[in-house]
């Protein structure tokens, strides 16, 4: 079955630290991967996307992802969080045969000061 | 660019009366537009596929009587909630593809709140 496991439903972190949010995902085919953010009430922003290549990707507002094949997983990291990252993170699955996407449950991201 | 917007952001309807929902790409067509249902504190539940000028695909579970999307134009996907329902209170969100292969970016509109009394 595909899916997208995000296992950490909510994250607290002080501003300056570092941060990683976690996304492991099932799929049948060549994953195509993405982090979304979603602010409250408001839609979702593609963060970054990695369909092949370098396992590294880097995206925008200074966040990265690592596509690790061997561990189904595709996390999300930031060297150091500014309290205006609060938000929720989408990771979600897609494929070059197919339009469209498989989100995670999300994972709430807090920023104390 | 690559802008997607919603109308209304929000609106409150009495059961048993329709509500429509439009969905616009601003500045791209959209040869694809999806509708997409999340719940309070919960993940996008992809409702259905839509492609300018022909019928949509619904997601299993989804009522189509129910849900009726219509993508008139390569800009406008509209969702019409026919005889709303406590239970249909949600917050839907579409989102606008340039394309129709893997891997093309979906743009997100910010979402509409429905709320059914």
């Known amino acids: 079955a595909q899916s997208v496991t995000q296992p950490d439903i909510h994250i607290t972190v002080s501003e300056g630290a570092s941060l990683e949010l976690r996304c492991n995902y099932s799929?049948?085919?060549?994953?195509?991967l993405f982090w979304y953010v979603q602010s409250p009430g408001q839609g979702l922003q593609l963060l970054l996307k990695?369909?092949?290549?370098?396992?590294l990707v880097q995206g925008i507002k200074g966040f990265e992802a690592e596509f690790k094949r061997s561990q189904s997983s595709f996390n999300l990291r930031k060297p150091s969080v500014h309290w205006s990252d609060a938000a929720e993170y989408f990771c979600a699955v897609g494929g070059y045969n197919t339009d469209k996407l498989i989100f995670g449950t999300g994972t709430r991201l807090q920023v104390f000061p | 660019g690559a802008v997607v917007s919603q109308h209304p952001s929000w609106v409150i309807c009495k059961s048993g009366t329709s509500v429509k929902i439009e969905c616009r790409s601003l500045d791209f067509q959209a040869t694809t537009m999806f509708w997409y249902r999340q719940f309070p504190k919960q993940s996008l539940m992809l409702m259905a596929t839509?492609?300018?000028?022909?019928?949509?695909?619904?997601e299993q579970g989804v009522e189509k009587d129910k849900f009726l999307i219509n993508h008139a134009s390569l800009t406008l996907s509209t969702l019409t909630v026919t005889s709303a329902h406590p239970e249909d209170s949600s917050f839907y969100i579409c989102s606008a593809s340039p394309g129709t292969s893997g891997g093309v970016e979906q743009f997100f509109g910010p979402g509409t709140r429905l709320t059914v009394l």
């Open positions: 799929y049948g085919a060549t994953p195509y």
């Open positions: 839509s492609n300018e000028g022909s019928k949509a695909t619904y």
């Open positions: 990695y369909f092949s290549g370098d396992t």
